[in-house]
């Protein structure tokens, strides 16, 4: 469980932060509206992740076992308390931008706009979404160029105990 969590997180954070780099190039009307709505549904199915996530851990889920060297324990239990503040972070502000922008959801219904005549505050949220996102996508490729560096420069396995089981 602990593992599937984990890649689940790694494919939609990375779905999502591509959409959101992309969203822009979607001509207006229906496709972009189907395609930012894909974005605030998986978006959604991100912070169920993350609650499970969180939950699992929380109720003694599977914790994979920690390097030897105390620093690095240390260090590696900042970084994952990081990522999960920053994830919290991004989708927070992503359903407040939502709310905020009064998005359709595939032009199904429209959740309604806090302050529909202020768009400062929508560029002002966006903003700081996009940032979060930016911010985890970075954290995120540093966590993943430590785990290389574990594979292959230190050989000590952290990187293989990761990896789906494949039989």
């Given at each position: 469980m602990t593992v599937a969590l984990h890649w689940a997180t790694v494919m939609l954070v990375g779905l999502l932060w591509t959409i959101g780099q992309t969203i822009d190039f979607a001509p207006s009307g229906p496709l972009r509206i189907d395609y930012r709505s894909l974005h605030m549904v998986l978006g959604i199915t991100l912070a169920c992740v993350f609650i499970t996530r969180v939950w699992w851990r929380s109720r003694?889920?599977?914790a994979l076992p920690g390097v030897d060297n105390m620093l690095m324990r240390?260090?590696?239990?900042?970084?994952?308390r990081l990522l999960y503040l920053i994830i919290l972070t991004t989708v927070v502000l992503g359903i407040t931008n939502v709310w905020v922008r009064g998005d359709s959801v595939f032009n199904l219904f429209k959740?309604?706009?806090f302050d529909p005549g202020d768009r400062a505050l929508r560029d002002s949220i966006g903003d700081w979404h996009a940032l979060a996102a930016n911010t985890l996508v970075i954290v995120a490729g540093l966590h993943a160029a430590v785990a290389l560096?574990?594979?292959?420069?230190?050989?000590?396995?952290?990187l293989r105990r990761m990896l789906p089981v494949l039989k």
């Open positions: 003694g889920g599977l240390v260090v590696a239990w900042l970084m994952h959740v309604p706009a560096f574990h594979h292959f420069i230190l050989r000590d396995g952290v």
